[in-house]
């Protein structure tokens, strides 16, 4: 049986040796801003849609760059919620039919359902990484990019992306924040103790 202060000590380690999954963050701030130099060209938004979703494909191999940048730790093998992670990125391939589904039925809504899905994937890291700035950029991005795609003329739709690229670096700098924090409570209270978690 795992206590809540188990999952807390857990959770601080994840924290803190995944640097709150800032390598992730700085990756996808590259990769937007790709996208919203994509959106600046004279070109049809379905085939700037279909430059964005190819782009898309860049972020694991980015994300892995970054890591060795930040010396992040992908993999704690005796943390049994590191592979949690992994599978909440994963989680946001499910909205992917959807996002299908409007780049073939109204392409011009595509970079904005995208981003919406991108922010709102952001929120469970919040739980994950023990960090409210998850929570509050994906409202921020869900929201902002729906607002910005109901308002914005079609040749301002790099808007979107731009937006996100803001977002972004706003939540790369409050990770840093909340990076030094948690390692300095790391550094009280010491790795947790191996818990074995046992599914029937």
């Not at 039925?105 to 998850?134: E, L, R, S």
Request: aromatic letters at 16%; charged letters at 10%.
């Amino acid at each position: 049986m795992i206590l809540e202060k188990d999952f807390a000590a857990l959770k601080l380690e994840l924290a803190v040796k995944a640097k709150g999954g800032i390598d992730f963050i700085v990756a996808a701030s590259i990769l937007w801003s790709v996208i919203t130099v994509i959106w600046l060209q004279p070109r049809s938004p379905a085939l700037n849609s279909l430059y964005t979703f190819i782009i898309g494909g860049a972020m694991l191999p980015l994300a892995f760059t970054f890591s060795k940048v930040f010396k992040t730790t992908w993999t704690i093998k005796s943390n049994p919620l590191q592979p949690l992670g992994l599978w909440l990125n994963f989680a946001q391939l499910f909205y992917f039919p959807f996002l299908i589904f409007i780049y073939i039925k109204q392409p011009q809504w595509f970079i904005m359902t995208y981003g919406i899905i991108t922010g709102a994937h952001f929120f469970p890291y919040a739980w994950f990484y023990n960090v409210k700035a998850y929570a509050v950029m994906a409202g921020v991005i869900a929201f902002g990019c729906m607002f910005i795609g109901l308002n914005a003329a079609v040749q301002d739709l790099y808007l979107i992306p731009l937006f996100i690229v803001v977002s972004l670096v706003i939540l790369s700098v409050l990770l840093s924040v909340s990076y030094r924090r948690n390692k300095a409570v790391y550094q009280l209270s010491g790795p947790p103790e191996q818990v074995v978690v046992q599914l029937a």
